[in-house]
């Protein structure tokens, strides 16, 4: 980790979780010379970057998602490099163009999704378990069998909060599932084959993807009488339970302080053009926006074909 750095950011978006990060970045020694809250206020603050004014060495954005499109959109023309909280978009058409964009300008664009840096997963990824899973899923053609031998089940529900109320729940608290699922998964093996819901509401979805080499069940709710954070996973008659909210009886900050070290690592070996294959900035977000695209199939099938029904009749 690097304990004292030089790097010197920008914040746009200074409410609760914009002020945890920069607190945890001042912490490792990063400088915040420009903090914005307002549309008008980051406005000017890209105007001082673009003019020469400021000079910061990268953005943090912790916006409502709703503004994320404007903000990484902007940061990737001017090739600034950038952390945005998740959802690095609400738009499966935006998340494919910041794909785009990000690898024809060389753009670093980092998403935050702390959930792939929780301990419970970081010794999930050592296990003999998730190292076979891994190979039969990057080898899938090899197989002969007509199922989807490995199967996730996620469920993540959490009680009332006025936070993150811009986004449905898919977008709020489904897409950390998702993209845990783009993290253990080979993308060759992401093959989509059908998906359907059997409850869809704002603050309720229980969703399944059937994607031809595995199956992966999705259940989130933020408005539950109780906190469950689990991830179960069975393969060839195994099986592992993963909960991911034990550690916060320990150290609370301790994924996002994680995430921080990955990003400075990303960002040192991009600044320094290095090409060790470790810090693959691109796959980064190529990640998120992935997690975008599948997660936003509800929207795309469910809840248009719903308001489709309501015009007919």
């Not at 990484?72 to 935006?94: G, N, Q, R």
């Not at 996730?152 to 977008?171: A, I, M, Q």
Request: hydrophobic share 40%; charged share 25%.
């Amino acid at each position: 980790m690097q304990s004292s750095c030089s790097y010197k950011a920008v914040l746009i978006g200074n409410g609760t979780m914009g002020q945890r990060h920069k607190r945890l970045f001042e912490e490792d020694g990063v400088e915040f010379v420009g903090i914005a809250d307002t549309t008008a206020e980051a406005d000017a603050l890209f105007k001082k970057i673009v003019a020469g004014d400021l000079s910061p060495d990268f953005a943090v954005v912790a916006s409502p998602a709703v503004a994320h499109d404007e903000y990484v959109k902007k940061c990737i023309e001017i090739k600034l490099p950038l952390l945005v909280e998740k959802p690095v978009s609400i738009s499966a058409l935006a998340a494919m163009e910041y794909q785009k964009l990000a690898l024809e300008q060389n753009a670093f664009v980092f998403v935050g999704h702390s959930e792939r840096y929780n301990p419970a997963i970081e010794e999930f990824t050592k296990t003999d378990f998730f190292k076979e899973m891994q190979d039969y899923l990057k080898f899938w053609y090899l197989q002969k069998q007509d199922f989807a031998p490995v199967s996730f089940k996620f469920t993540r529900t959490h009680g009332f909060s006025p936070r993150n109320r811009d986004v449905p729940v898919e977008l709020d608290l489904m897409i950390h599932d998702m993209d845990l699922l783009c993290f253990f998964v080979d993308k060759s093996a992401m093959m989509y084959r059908s998906f359907r819901c059997e409850e869809l509401s704002e603050d309720r979805v229980h969703a399944f993807y059937d994607l031809r080499t595995l199956t992966a069940e999705f259940i989130a709710d933020r408005n539950c009488a109780s906190d469950s954070r689990m991830v179960e996973i069975s393969m060839n008659g195994r099986s592992v339970t993963l909960d991911l909210g034990a550690y916060r009886n320990g150290n609370p900050a301790y994924a996002l302080q994680k995430e921080h070290q990955a990003f400075l690592n990303y960002l040192n070996s991009y600044k320094n053009t290095a090409k060790d294959p470790e810090y693959d900035w691109y796959g980064s977000i190529y990640d998120a926006c992935q997690a975008v695209i599948m997660v936003s199939l509800i929207d795309e099938v469910y809840k248009k074909g719903r308001a489709n029904e309501t015009d007919a009749k």
